[in-house]
């Protein structure tokens, strides 16, 4: 379980518990903890370490570190060349309710008409790479400088207490001007959709280590009796099977980095989500209602990562793992 910060982390994360998340955001870009290894690269368990360093702190920076570090990657396995500077989002969520319209203009750009919905991050943002569908239905995808007319960012749609420092908004596009990022499908069909897919489940387990960590302390600093050693136990076993699962993961996707990772980012999702939903029960048991009601950051801790775990799709993630595994002759070699 050892999730420590890379190069250039420290100082960036030690402001987050008392200094503002754009602040820290706009550290992290700078202090050259990034850009974070490709996934796919050679590297992707490196780069997964440093995702889940960050949200080991704070999953609120890291779901918006792992939004900026997704954009980088997706510009380079598009060949579009290097991102502008400045901190990015990835805004690709779909609900019927907002859809974005990409119209062409004559100069090769885009005119985005329409609203965005669940755009983490988005006062605090300086671009992001958005999802939308051009006149003939096809999904594509736009990199647009969110400083400029024609960018509306909203102030509601957020009630929830976990997560609410990314202030996830909906953001109207009235004509904003944007620059196509590969052709239309390409976000969806290129290799990089499922890795970092896979990537984000790294942040929840870095949010679990971060609450298992905190158990860890807290019965250091006493004499447990069996029933919480008991619970610590249980938090190990939880963690480790799925670190194991997220490095076995790396390898194969690295091995393997131009073929389909559907399957392993499906089955390293949920079994993650089932590890910090172990995790988050335990830490309670263990713990009591004083830590949870005295420990801001880990009071926030746990009122955070379950909410970021919603972007699991549920048992339809397991039927559709289950349907890729119909395909394969022995899915469960040791």
Aim: glycine content about 12%; charged content about 20%; overall charge neutral.
């Amino acid at each position: 379980m050892n999730a420590r910060p890379g190069f250039g982390m420290d100082d960036a994360l030690a402001g987050t518990e008392h200094g503002s998340l754009a602040r820290a955001l706009q550290a992290l870009v700078a202090a050259g903890a990034e850009p974070l290894p490709l996934p796919g690269g050679g590297q992707t368990l490196e780069r997964w370490r440093r995702l889940a360093a960050v949200a080991g702190r704070d999953l609120s920076l890291a779901k918006l570190y792992e939004g900026h570090t997704d954009a980088l990657a997706i510009h380079e396995e598009l060949g579009c060349g290097p991102a502008r500077a400045g901190a990015w989002g990835t805004w690709c969520a779909e609900p019927p309710q907002a859809r974005l319209s990409m119209l062409p203009r004559s100069d090769g750009r885009l005119r985005l008409r329409g609203r965005k919905a669940w755009c983490s991050g988005a006062a605090l943002l300086d671009h992001a790479l958005v999802s939308g569908w051009n006149a003939a239905g096809e999904p594509c995808l736009a990199a647009v400088d969110l400083r400029q007319p024609g960018v509306q960012i909203g102030n509601e749609g957020w009630a929830a207490v976990g997560m609410a420092d990314t202030c996830s908004v909906d953001v109207l596009f009235d004509d904003a001007l944007a620059t196509p990022v590969g052709p239309p499908h390409a976000y969806v069909r290129r290799p990089g959709f499922w890795h970092g897919g896979a990537g984000i489940a790294a942040c929840w387990w870095g949010g679990a280590v971060g609450i298992g960590r905190a158990v860890q302390t807290a019965l250091a600093q006493r004499e447990p009796d069996a029933h919480q050693r008991a619970h610590l136990g249980a938090i190990d076993v939880a963690l480790g099977a799925c670190a194991a699962l997220l490095r076995e993961a790396a390898a194969w996707i690295d091995r393997h980095p131009a073929q389909d990772a559907q399957a392993w980012a499906l089955r390293v999702r949920l079994a993650v989500e089932r590890g910090a939903d172990d995790v988050l029960r335990h830490a309670g048991r263990a713990l009591g209602a004083g830590p949870l009601c005295k420990q801001r950051a880990l009071a926030r801790a746990m009122a955070d990562l379950p909410i970021f775990m919603r972007q699991s799709h549920a048992e339809r993630d397991l039927a559709a793992l289950g349907r890729a595994l119909e395909r394969e002759a022995d899915p469960w070699p040791l």
